[in-house]
């Protein structure tokens, strides 16, 4: 699986976009984006997951640059609940493939007031 | 139940004592997985299950560490004699197929070893 590369820190203001990046310059084609985020005393929690084309739903959007060697997770509207670890993770799919996620030490976003 | 569920979510157990955790899946999800947390790291994989079949136990740091699933669906990982570097929590997720990355995970359970 390709290396993630992540800041350790950022933050946010509340009510403002969070812009997260992850460089993933060593990925293959095959390989999927997904972004996984644990708030503290909690387990990971999925976000959303992308091949090539830009992902969203509920909870964000993912925007995976045309030459795909980096992605930015976004949270349009940030809340204090989103204060957590946010984990860029990049896994094969198909075949044998499974859940074996290496998730790395991810960015720590915090949201102020 | 609605989510993964794992018990006890607080275990302290003295150098040398064994200790067993639960996982409870959720409802019909084929594959099953531990993982291991230390403080201030990202979880790292221990072992996967398909339906009641270990596939994948490379991650288990030693022959001290087992789990196993017999009817496919609750799990129990258990550590002999434990260390204090087995101290960690230990979060059990769950995903509806044998081929998805969408995991599932309970909120774990936190293992200290005095």
């Known amino acids: 699986d390709a290396k993630t590369t992540q800041p350790p820190s950022m933050d946010c203001a509340e009510g403002r976009a969070a812009n997260l990046p992850c460089n993933h310059s060593t990925i293959s084609g095959n390989e999927y984006v997904y972004w996984y985020r644990q708030i503290h005393s909690q387990g990971p929690q999925y976000i959303i997951h992308g091949l090539k084309n830009n992902e969203t739903n509920e909870m964000a959007s993912l925007i995976i640059t045309e030459d795909r060697k980096s992605s930015t997770l976004i949270l349009p509207h940030a809340t204090l609940r989103d204060t957590a670890v946010y984990y860029c993770?990049?896994?094969?799919?198909?075949?044998?493939?499974?859940?074996?996620?290496?998730f790395g030490q991810g960015t720590i976003l915090t949201v102020h007031p | 139940g609605a989510g993964v569920s794992q018990s006890p979510r607080y275990k302290v157990a003295k150098r040398g004592q064994d200790v067993a955790l639960r996982c409870d899946p959720i409802s019909g999800h084929v594959s099953l997985f531990w993982y291991q947390q230390a403080l201030g790291q990202g979880p790292e994989f221990l072992t996967y299950?398909?339906?009641?079949?270990?596939?994948?136990k490379s991650g288990l740091p030693s022959d001290r560490f087992f789990a196993e699933r017999p009817e496919g669906s609750v799990s129990t990982l258990k550590i002999q004699r434990t260390q204090q570097e087995d101290s960690a929590v230990y979060l059990c997720?769950?995903?509806?197929?044998?081929?998805?990355?969408?995991?599932?995970f309970g909120s774990g359970t936190q293992l200290s070893v005095l």
């Open positions: 299950f398909q339906n009641e079949a270990q596939l994948d």
């Open positions: 993770i990049v896994r094969g799919a198909g075949g044998t493939s499974y859940g074996k996620l290496t």
């Open positions: 997720a769950s995903s509806r197929t044998g081929f998805s990355e969408k995991l599932f």
